[in-house]
């Protein structure tokens, strides 16, 4: 039965092999021997010339007499000759490679070695600049032979690859080549519908799995290389279930990974795969099994569109797998049964899929592949495979993107550094601590250098000292690092250092649970619990009084590092069902004081569908702002006390990914000396695509310059490898630069281990920050005449994670147009502390959740003579008290709220076109003007004279994603002009600013 499948996988080889063969490219060079195979001959019409290098008469190439194979020789083993011939590509298409090697006769010397190689180039023959491919192979004995498969992904911009079918090093002999295959891999595939059930017995032996196309070259996730191991897959379905059968080779069956027993335990750690499914009508679900058959399923969800896609794992689904093992690997069949998504695939309707196989055999750390190619998260819906249904069946089709060696590369037009006009003072670098110590380096690196790892952290220090002004590692664990008080003193004043300090760790949290925390999620306490503030300012005190000698070393001290990382959990009755009183207590305070007597604690696990749980969630994200900036207050105070010339940085805020916008930026200001953020661009890659990723650290940067008034902003840069991808120098010097430009004064490197697991890192890190420390500050422009509104109560309303809209106006106004602009917070315009009269042009990308302050403020605004831009469809939906302001609304709309969604992709605007991905029906106000319309030349945006200033009012928006970001199309023009009637300088040269190379 096993044969049966696989007999139905090479029926299916042969098809691709007629239909998908990859044609050979008529390669003669001038130099070399060549041979050619004829039209009739292994590459099914086309005709391949092959050459050798280098030349030399001992290298020879002759083709045999049935012309179905190629005799390479090489006389003499210092040669290192190789043989090659040239296929042609498509850029992002898979392919498999596969021929026969036989060795007629080997000369080895010692140090050698045989590969398998391609380089990949453009239509001319020039590098595409893609890292060439290579597979080691071990060569047969004289007499005996191999066959070679292989699959690889044609990288951007490749048209053709050379194949070194065979390049040896210290080898020479004879071989022979034949049955050489060049086929593209399918990327469609037949999911037929079955009359007949399917035994779920694990056993392939139903005629609908002979009929159903395979799924086959799966993926390595985050990689384009493809899994080695022979991975296969089919589908189909009937009225009422989706059938997954799955054969998985495995060669270390002996080490097969099985420790899964428990349902909805960590399943994924095992060997087996996951199903991921979603349905037309956004109902999304994770399947997981191993090889014991134990299960997980987990809801798939976003919060609001555009958001990352997140697992809720307390949903369970009714679903079915058995799977059964040989010597040889594993199979599987599964059954989904469609009621798990209230829906049925009728016929015109698309699912999506992703399949992915969890290989953990023999391999340390295990690795996961896909059919799909994609480089963001495996949950991520957007990137799933398309299942097409009709009539009669359903097509399959992957989702592949097109690989890049380094997608996260911005080429700039115009590079500027030594000419751009500079202020007095400089920049303070630092950071490099996960440089500095062994345990931040894998088992391998740890094993190699522990004996010499004394001497290399004298270098490093070295190296730190001529390049940074603080040592990697701040008190109070650097003094027990560095040899004690007089080692540490003497330290800082050989390089003239100044320590970092922290207030705020773990040994804290350990100490407040056992006084009696409440606000906690495993070993971490919220900092919003009185005993973790307690302990901080006992702990802060104490060590200050302990250490006296340390004040004078201090540069700044560091609070809280991410606040919000465990909030949700914290706060959720679900999660933390230990504190119950507690956080009843909680609910009161908040239905009392920020609630207007409504709502009250807001659970983040809880399902959330009511329609009070926009207001739940502002009403809780005022209370947890408000307890914790004023433990930060008592903080402040304190470090003043005993610190007074240190500077205090209240928080790190997470950007990690994305920009999480929990905390009040302005009011943490309040407390604060200097603040945080952290962006690491590969894991808004991994969470949300390249798009949201490319300016993720300016972005970041610049909402914490513009919405910390009065304070020193001091940015993380990533050098270390994370979500599985490092950065390479130039990203390295792009990111600082986006920090730089955008109002940084503290540079700080994170560098998790990267002498180890991120190539370059390190020695980009040291040159880099030799430069930023020895130059002269950027004179950046200060005031504009633009604002960008972002506005808190409608991020926390409207679960916006993503901030997609804020920083899609980020890469458009200031990126591509070179526009000054700045942010400023809705709460800041409320209690005065900004004044919209300083701007003549305010952007609003989001105000669904206002309060009446704000309401009344942007009337004001456009009453006196400013030009309000809202780009949000729903705009003045509620108030904070969740009724809704009809009167202000009529007041600057003069329309009512739009509720009829539209399909429009796109609006008119007199010569522009502009691209939206949400569109609303609205009415035209009998005193307005049309600005837009949608196809049907109904209206989707309008403008009104409201007293001396102008509304402008669209009802539809591009902020679903952050498309925009990349592809702003006629948006540019039109955002363009209105900065320039507004009086904003296009083009200003600071934008350009890059540190230089080397």
Known sequence: MKREFENGNQGGKSLFCHCLCICLNLVLLLWGTTAAFADDAIFNGAKA??????????????????????????????????????????????????????????????????????????????????PMQEWTIRLPEAGGSLRFNREFTAPEGALRARAHLLSLKGIGGQFAISNVLFTQLADEVAVPKTASPIKLDGVLDEAVWQSAGVMEGFYIYGSPNPLPYGTQARMAYDDTALY???????????????????????????????????????????????????????????????????????????????????????????????????????????????????????????????????????????KFAELAFDENGARLTRHREVFSADPLKIERKTVRFEELPRREGRYVVGGGGGSFLLNFYNDAFRK??????????????????????????????????YGGREKTEELLKKYNWKLPSITHHTGQDRDAIE??????????????????????????????????????????????????????????????NTHLEALQKVEDEIRTRYGYGKVGLFDHFASNDDPDAPFRRIAFMRWWNDRVVSYLAEEQALVRKYAPNALYMSVTFNTVSTFRGIEVLPDFARVSDANSVDPYPTATFASCGRERALYHTGFSAKMLHDMTPGTKN????????????????????????????????????????????????????????????????????????????????????????????????????????????????DIELDDGRAKASDYRLLIAPHLKYTTPATQQKLLEFVQNGGTLLVLDPEAFAFSDDGTSPEQMRKALFNAPLPTEKLAFDKVAMGKWSLKVEEAYRTALPADATLLAS???????????????????????????TAKLAVEPGDWLHFLGELLEKHGETLGRPHWDFLLPKD
């Not at 956004?282 to 134990?294: D, Y």
């Not at 302990?546 to 590092?561: E, F, H, Q, S, T």
């Open 49 to 130: 010339f092959w050459t050798t290098w280098p030349r030399n008469p001992s290298i020879r190439l002759e083709l045999s007499e049935k012309r179905d194979r190629v005799v390479f020789t090489a006389d003499v083993p210092g040669d290192n000759p190789t043989c090659y011939t040239y296929i042609n590509i498509s850029p992002g298409k898979g392919y498999r490679m596969e021929f026969q090697l036989e060795a007629l006769a080997v000369v080895q010397q010692p140090g050698t070695e045989a590969k398998v190689r391609l380089d990949f180039q453009d239509a001319a023959g020039h590098s595409c600049g893609a």
């Open 244 to 382: 997954l059968a799955m054969r998985c080779e495995e060669p270390d069956m002996p080490h097969l990974v099985k420790n899964i027993t428990q349902r909805d335990g960590d399943v994924w750690c095992d060997d087996g795969a996951e199903l991921f499914i979603a349905s037309p009508n956004n109902r999304a679900a994770q399947f997981i099994f191993n090889t014991l058959g134990t299960q997980f399923d987990s809801e798939v969800a976003q919060r609001v569109p555009g958001d990352p896609w997140r697992n809720n794992k307390a949903w369970d689904g009714q679903w079915k797998c058995m799977v059964k093992t040989d010597e040889r690997g594993w199979t599987a069949e599964v059954t989904i049964p469609f009621e798990n998504f209230n829906a049925t695939p009728l016929a015109g309707t698309l699912w999506r899929v992703n399949l992915v196989r969890d290989r953990r055999a023999g391999v340390e750390r295990g690795s996961s592949s896909q059919w799909n190619l994609h480089f963001s998260t495996l949950n991520n819906v957007g």
């Open 448 to 481: 190699e250098h522990e004996a010499t790892w004394p001497q290399e952290q004298a270098k490093m220090l070295e190296e730190f000292g001529e390049v940074m002004d603080c040592p990697p590692i701040g008190y109070p664990w650097g003094v027990k690092i």
């Open 515 to 576: 006084q009696g925390a409440t606000f906690v999620r495993d070993r971490f306490v919220d900092p919003a619990d009185p005993l973790r503030h307690a302990m901080t300012m006992k702990w802060t005190e104490e060590a200050f009084k302990k250490d006296a000698w340390i004040i004078p070393y201090l540069g700044v001290i560091r609070g809280n590092d991410e606040p919000t990382n465990t909030t949700y959990d914290t706060f959720s009755r679900i999660k933390n």
């Open 714 to 825: 001091h940015i993380y840069i990533q050098a270390f490898n994370y979500w599985g991808r490092s950065p390479t120098r130039d990203n390295m010097r792009e990111w600082a630069s986006q920090a730089l430009k955008n109002g940084a004064d503290y540079i700080s490197w994170y560098a998790d281990g990267n002498r180890g697991n991120a190539p370059g890192c390190y020695e980009e890190m040291i040159r880099l920050s030799r430069i930023i420390r020895n130059m002269k500050p950027l004179e950046l422009p200060e005031k504009s005449s633009v604002a960008v509104l972002y506005c808190d109560l409608s991020h926390w309303g409207g679960f916006d994670a993503t901030q997609n809209a804020e920083y899609s106006l980020y890469a458009v106004l200031g990126e591509q147009l070179k526009g000054n602009f700045r942010y400023v917070s």
């Open 934 to 960: 949608y196809p049907d030349g109904s209206p989707a945006a309008y403008s009104r004279s409201i007293g001396k200033g102008r509304l402008m009012a669209f009802a539809a928006q591009p902020f679903v």
